[in-house]
């Protein structure tokens, strides 16, 4: 990965890559089965399927496993957006909202504009301890929305 995104524009070769970084580092997101469907320079589109395994004890999707779910896809966010080579992001806080039962699959679809990750790097070079605040959503296969979540970030400079 390369400053602000990564050296190809091949958006499938770029999931792939997020995915498999995400999963080697966290290895329980390839236990509850997170997958990058799509990523770009500012942009993922992230899913998580519905799986027995993921479930609590009334049959809908787990409160740690949607958290854990929002929490990595702006993780994923981050690294296509930020220079991961002179900031390495660090959430220090996150607050989700529960907006209905899950019991299907989920979507996440979340980006940062050239402008915003622009503001951040500046922020950054004047304040290594700014915080950056990522608000994220999770809609069902029914168009409608499952749980919202904010989560701030601080970065800590390399080098």
């Known amino acids: 990965m390369t400053a602000g995104g990564p050296a190809t524009n091949d958006g499938a070769a770029l999931a792939s890559s997020v995915?498999?970084?995400?999963?080697?580092?966290?290895?329980?997101?390839a236990t509850i089965g997170?997958?990058?469907?799509?990523?770009?320079?500012?942009?993922?589109r992230t899913r998580l399927p519905f799986r027995r395994e993921n479930c609590n004890h009334i049959g809908t999707v787990y409160a740690?496993?949607?958290?854990?779910?929002l929490e990595s896809s702006g993780g994923a966010l981050v690294v296509v957006a930020?220079?991961?080579?002179?900031?390495?992001?660090?959430?220090?806080e996150g607050t989700i909202r529960y907006?209905?039962?899950?019991?299907?699959a989920v979507?996440?679809?979340m980006s940062v504009t050239d402008t915003e990750r622009d503001e951040?790097?500046?922020?950054?070079?004047?304040?290594?301890?700014?915080?950056?605040?990522?608000?994220?959503?999770?809609?069902?296969?029914?168009g409608r929305d499952a749980c919202e979540a904010d989560f701030v970030y601080r970065f800590k400079a390399i080098g």
């Not at 907006?99 to 299907?104: A, S």
Request: overall charge negative; glycine content about 8%.
């Open 64 to 69: 740690g496993v949607l958290f854990s779910f």
């Open 99 to 104: 907006l209905r039962p899950v019991t299907g």
């Open 120 to 142: 951040v790097h500046r922020a950054l070079e004047a304040d290594p301890k700014y915080s950056w605040t990522l608000n994220a959503r999770a809609v069902g296969e029914d």
């Open 34 to 44: 997170i997958e990058v469907v799509e990523a770009e320079p500012g942009r993922v």
């Open 107 to 109: 979507e996440a679809e």
């Open 82 to 92: 930020f220079d991961v080579t002179r900031f390495i992001p660090v959430i220090v």
């Open 19 to 29: 995915q498999g970084v995400m999963r080697a580092t966290v290895p329980l997101l």
